[in-house]
């Protein structure tokens, strides 16, 4: 599954507009239609009908009550904690003109609990057990979902390196839980570790949905747009369906078959109620001493003029559009020295920040209104780590439905029914504003345009739409295309805004490997539709159209091999017989691999190499030069960019280094060790092992002891940065893997192992090469 990507029609499952619909039961499939069967009871067809109809109008039988939360995000600074641990919780809560209550729900949000490098490649680890243990105590709480002497229900934590989420609802609420499932998003070193990225709990109660995120940020002052980036990763990629439908993955392996789209994709912004928490690490843009002197009058007004998180929401392209970021009434909770209420005086006087923030969102207007802040806390009192704990107390509304008033919408709709007839009362429709997108030209560094559809509803019931891709007659099959919402439920009158945008992702688009140079096909023009159907209704197409490019990126070695010393760009332009160019051609290096390597060995001794934070803008001009010149990269290049070109650059083959078809020979010469790696190797495709020794050598270049004392570069971390870059999972292989789930959306302890267990052995043929490299891995100068 690739996130945002529309199921392609038809396919094995959808034979017709009505099976798109169709959704499969314990007992088989139920249809969308209550009239399609010829032998249906009039009687039972309307009655199926309203209570299809009736979750659409939630709205109109629910009333709103107040749920009062206690948010808190401690960044730790790996610290273990100083018990109790009551202050980082508030179990009363309430107006401050009115009496206090229990609180409902308690969040607590942890960053740095472990950032050790055995964290980084575990991801769960001890650590985390202490504070676990600790707020549970200071709550009075258990993971019991039976009945209990506890007062909270303790949601099972979840950690993620450094990341640890522990929330807690109040034991007379549980009942009101329908669903709850776990995700996790890493934007971390390689824009794929854990030791930045978030964790999120998707819950149910009564009838809205909550997402809670504990997130912690790129550093440094002056990375906005990372941070900005990563943020986006997490609202974009949290998918809280993701392991359910792994299951589907299995059971379709097993030749059962169901519909995804019972678990299609659930982000943040499909919940009605979004809490974000953590150490989101934006600044104040002040000098040292002004920031010092203003936070120690308590003159918080004036810093948050500087507060980067503050202008950022001013930003009509911000990713925290419609997000209320509470501003804080305290002092800046980052940086003190630890054991004080000193900001930093080290050598590097870290700017005074708040960096510790919560923030919530609704996608409802009316909610918006109904959120209130109780209060908003520096817990200054506490000194065990270089940050200060914020906790915030709030009022959220929550929607609880009332049986009357849902028998008397129940009974509004039967009245429809009697009056339009129940054919056309079924019948929906729905019009489509913009049906022809245009993205112009496209290529791998120069896509994630958006357009938007807007869909509205002119019938007299709700309009249920999906939108799927069109297979036939389209190479393509739309791969590059992806929609956000895929399904929507859209009132009488009312509309919904549709986003389309591209993106040019190899492994869902095969297709590319059969453009290939010297054929004369300089571009490629794309043409696919989006078909918007809609239930007991019409089907609209939405024409999408573009002009590809070709890249080295997100191209194939054997592809790329072929250029030689002649620009991509003309290559692809080139006529020429391809038969003899494939028989004169030599399976080396690429050279824009070599390019980019280049930079890097110019600058071995530069700290921070694969793990600092780039300008995107800047790849993407150093990819295009890649493509459009047969030239090393100027001398000024960035050694960072061109770092993570070249894992872009590997990451993005559309056959990765090791083939899928020896994937599972890679795991076992890891696992053997000894000689296995080295017969391993001679296994490898000529061209794959010759890229193979070229960044190995690369990498133990940069680990020569002259070298890493500067750049901090070892050959643990090398091995888990490259070692899935290399090698990649077949898609085949994960379709194959038992993926029970356990209550909560995760999966069995099994799976965990066997993906650790592959990890492991990965890791380990990468590092074999590293630790002790052979006499083939000399230097790269």
């Known amino acids: 599954m690739f996130a945002g990507l529309p199921r392609a029609f038809p ?69 273990k904690p100083i018990l109790p641990l009551s202050s980082l919780v508030a179990l009363t ?22 950032m050790s490098a055995t964290a980084l490649f575990k991801h769960e680890t001890e650590a985390a057990t202490p504070w676990v243990q600790g707020l549970n105590a200071a709550v009075g709480a258990d993971g019991n979902g039976g009945s209990s002497s506890t007062a909270y229900y303790a949601f099972p934590p979840k950690q993620l390196v450094g990341l640890l989420l522990c929330v807690f609802l109040r034991r007379p609420l549980l009942p009101a839980v329908s669903e709850f499932a776990i995700s996790t998003v890493a934007t971390g070193t390689l824009g794929s570790m854990g030791n930045k990225g978030a964790v999120g709990l998707h819950l149910v109660l009564h009838r809205t949905s909550i997402c809670v995120i504990a997130a912690h940020l790129a550093a440094g002052q002056l990375n906005v747009s990372k941070r900005n980036e990563d943020i986006n990763t997490v609202l974009k990629s949290m998918d809280f369906n993701a392991a359910r439908r792994a299951e589907v993955q299995i059971n379709a392996s097993a030749n059962v ?18 809490i974000v928490a953590g150490d989101l690490n934006y600044r104040l843009t002040l000098p040292y001493e002004t920031a010092v002197q203003l936070a120690s009058a308590n003159r918080t007004v004036e810093l948050l003029q500087y507060d980067q998180l503050t202008n950022e929401l001013k930003n009509p392209h911000t990713p925290w559009q419609n997000f209320i970021a509470f501003a804080p009434n305290h002092a800046p909770t980052y940086r003190f020295d630890i054991g004080t209420d000193t900001y930093d005086t080290s050598e590097k006087r870290r700017i005074p920040s708040f960096t510790d923030r919560v923030c919530v969102w609704s996608r409802r207007k009316s909610m918006e209104s109904r959120i209130h802040l109780d209060g908003l806390a520096a817990l200054m009192d506490v000194r065990s780590s270089d940050h200060k704990p914020v906790q915030a107390l709030l009022r959220v509304p929550i929607s609880v439905e009332v049986p009357s008033q849902k028998a008397q919408v129940m009974a509004a709709l039967r009245e429809k029914v009697a009056s339009l007839g129940l054919a056309q009362a079924i019948s929906a429709k729905i019009a489509l504003h913009n049906a022809k997108l245009n993205f112009q030209a496209l290529s791998f560094h120069q896509c994630g345009i958006q357009e938007t559809v807007t869909v509205q509803n002119v019938g007299d019931c709700v309009a249920v739409v999906r939108v799927v891709r069109q297979r036939d007659g389209d190479p393509s099959e739309g791969s590059w295309l992806r929609v956000t919402p895929q399904e929507m439920a859209i009132l009488p009158g009312e509309s919904q805004e549709v986003t389309v945008e591209t993106v040019i992702d190899p492994r869902c688009m095969l297709w590319l490997a059969a453009w290939r140079p010297y054929l004369g096909r300089g571009r490629v023009a794309l ?4 078909l918007f159907c809609c239930r007991n209704g019409p089907v609209q197409a939405v024409e999408c159209h573009a002009v ?30 391809f038969e003899e160019v494939v028989r004169r051609v030599r399976p080396h290096v690429p050279k824009e691999l070599w390019y980019l390597a280049h930079v890097v060995a110019q600058h071995p001794r530069e700290p921070g190499l694969f793990t600092t934070s780039i300008d995107k803008e800047t790849c993407n001009q150093i990819m295009e030069q ?51 790696p080295l017969a391993f190797l001679r296994q490898l495709p000529t061209m794959h092992a010759n890229v193979w020794l070229y960044v190995l050598s690369l990498l133990n270049y940069l680990l020569r002891p002259a070298f890493s004392r500067d750049n901090e570069l070892d050959a643990a971390f090398l091995a888990h940065a490259f070692s899935p870059i290399l090698m990649v999972r077949p898609m085949e292989v994960q379709g194959s893997l038992r993926a029970r789930l356990q209550q909560g959306g995760g999966v069995d302890q099994q799976l965990r192992q066997q993906l650790q267990q592959e990890s492991d052995d990965a890791f380990s043929l990468v590092e074999y090469f590293l630790s002790t490299p052979p006499n083939a891995l000399a230097g790269v100068e």
Not at 51 to 77: H, M, R, S
Not at 257 to 273: A, G, K, M, W
Not at 527 to 530: A, D, I, N, R, T
């Open 11 to 79: 396919d094995a499952e959808w034979q017709s507009v009505e099976d798109i619909f169709r959704r499969r039961t314990p007992f088989g499939f139920t249809q969308a239609n209550p009239m399609a069967s010829p032998n249906s009871n009039p009687a039972v067809a309307v009655d199926t009908w309203v209570q299809q109809e009736i979750t659409y109008y939630e709205a109109n039988y629910t009333t709103v009550e107040e749920l009062t939360v206690c948010v808190t995000t401690f960044n730790v600074g790996c610290k």
């Open 93 to 114: 809560s309430g107006p401050p003109e009115g009496p206090s209550r229990p609180t409902d729900l308690i969040v607590v949000a942890m960053q740095e609990v472990d």
């Open 257 to 274: 078959s169901i519909d995804p789209s019972v678990f299609s994709e659930l982000y943040p912004r499909d919940h009605d109620l979004v």
């Open 527 to 530: 043409s696919s539709v989006l």
């Open 548 to 577: 590809l490019s070709p890249s080295v990126f997100g191209n194939g070695l054997d592809s790329v091999a072929l250029l030689q010393d002649v620009p991509c760009i003309e290559a692809y332009a080139q006529k020429a017989d």
């Open 626 to 676: 890649l493509d459009s010149r047969n030239a090393p990269l100027p001398p000024d290049t960035d050694v960072h960019c061109a770092a993570e070109c070249l894992m872009i650059f590997l990451k993005n083959l559309i056959e990765p280094v090791v083939p899928y078809n020896l994937y599972a020979a890679a795991l076992a010469a890891g696992r053997a060790r000894g000689k296995a």
